[in-house]
C-alpha cells in the first residue's frame, strides 16, 4: 500500500493564480482531511470529508475549496492564491471503525505563493 | 479555538535520559487523545493513543500518562535516542467526533 500521497511536494504561485493539490489514499478509508501547518504552528484543519459526495468545513476554509468525488480522491484547491496560503499543506485519512482514530498523513505540499 | 496545547516549544535531553514532553487540554468532553511525531519535512506519525477511561498506557519506549483531574496528558520516551528527535504533537477528540484537534507542538531535541 502506498498510503496518503500528495502531489505536487513543492509549488511556487503568484498572488492571484490557482491551482489544485492531489491527494490520493489506497487504504479505502471513509474520512479525509486537509490541514495546513505554519512554521511553529500545530495544524490547522482546513475542510475534511466523512465520505464521498459529502464534504465540510473546518476552521480555516476560506480561500479553498474541496470535492470528494470518490473515496480514494481529496483535492484541494486554491482558487485566488495569496501570499496568507504560504504553508505546507498535509492530506490525512482514517478510519472511523475499530479501536484507534489514528489519522494517516501523506508527507506534504509545500506552497509559497509570491 | 484550540483546545489543546503543549507546556514548552522545545525540549532538548542527552541521549540515553529519558523525556517527558507535556500536553494541556482545555475540553471537559475530550475524551480521546493521540500523540503524534512528526520528523523534518515529513507528515507526522502515529505514535500511541489513550481513551478518557484510562490514565496510563504503554508502548515500546513510550508511555502515555492522563491526568483527567487537571486535564493533563505527557508522553514519557525512556532511553531517548537521536532518532527521536522530532516535532511531537498532541490532539485530541470530543463527543463521538472523528475530528481531532492539534496542540503547537514540541521540538525534542537529542544531543548525543
Known amino acids: 500500500n502506498a498510503g496518503v500521497t500528495q502531489t505536487p511536494k513543492f509549488r511556487i504561485l503568484k498572488i492571484g493564480q490557482s491551482m489544485t493539490l492531489q491527494c490520493a489514499q489506497d487504504m479505502n478509508h471513509n474520512y479525509m482531511y486537509w490541514y495546513r501547518q505554519d512554521p511553529g504552528m500545530g495544524l490547522k484543519l482546513i475542510y475534511y470529508?466523512?465520505?464521498?459526495?459529502?464534504?465540510d468545513k473546518g476552521e480555516v476554509p476560506n480561500g479553498y475549496n474541496v470535492s470528494r468525488s470518490t473515496t480514494e480522491d481529496f483535492p484541494l484547491r486554491l482558487e485566488l492564491a495569496a501570499p496568507s496560503q504560504t504553508s505546507v499543506y498535509f492530506c490525512?485519512?482514517?478510519?472511523?471503525?475499530?479501536?484507534?482514530?489514528?489519522?494517516?498523513f501523506g508527507e506534504g505540499s509545500r506552497l509559497t505563493v509570491l | 479555538g484550540e483546545s489543546v496545547g503543549l507546556h514548552l516549544p522545545t525540549l532538548s535531553v542527552q541521549e540515553g535520559d529519558n523525556s517527558i514532553i507535556n500536553c494541556a487540554y482545555s475540553n471537559s468532553a475530550s475524551d480521546y487523545f493521540i500523540w503524534y511525531k512528526q520528523e523534518s519535512g515529513k507528515g507526522p506519525q502515529f505514535i500511541i493513543d489513550i481513551r478518557s477511561n484510562m490514565d496510563k498506557r504503554q508502548g515500546q519506549r513510550v508511555t502515555v500518562l492522563l491526568n483527567k483531574t487537571v486535564k493533563h496528558l505527557s508522553l514519557q520516551i525512556a532511553a531517548t535516542q537521536p532518532g527521536d528527535s522530532a516535532v511531537y504533537f498532541c490532539?485530541?477528540?470530543?463527543?463521538?467526533?472523528?475530528?481531532?484537534?492539534f496542540g503547537r507542538g514540541t521540538s525534542l531535541i537529542v544531543h548525543p
Open positions: 470529508s466523512v465520505g464521498a459526495g459529502i464534504t
Open positions: 490525512a485519512s482514517s478510519w472511523t471503525s475499530g479501536n484507534t482514530g489514528e489519522l494517516f
Open positions: 490532539a485530541d477528540r470530543s463527543g463521538g467526533s472523528y475530528i481531532p484537534t
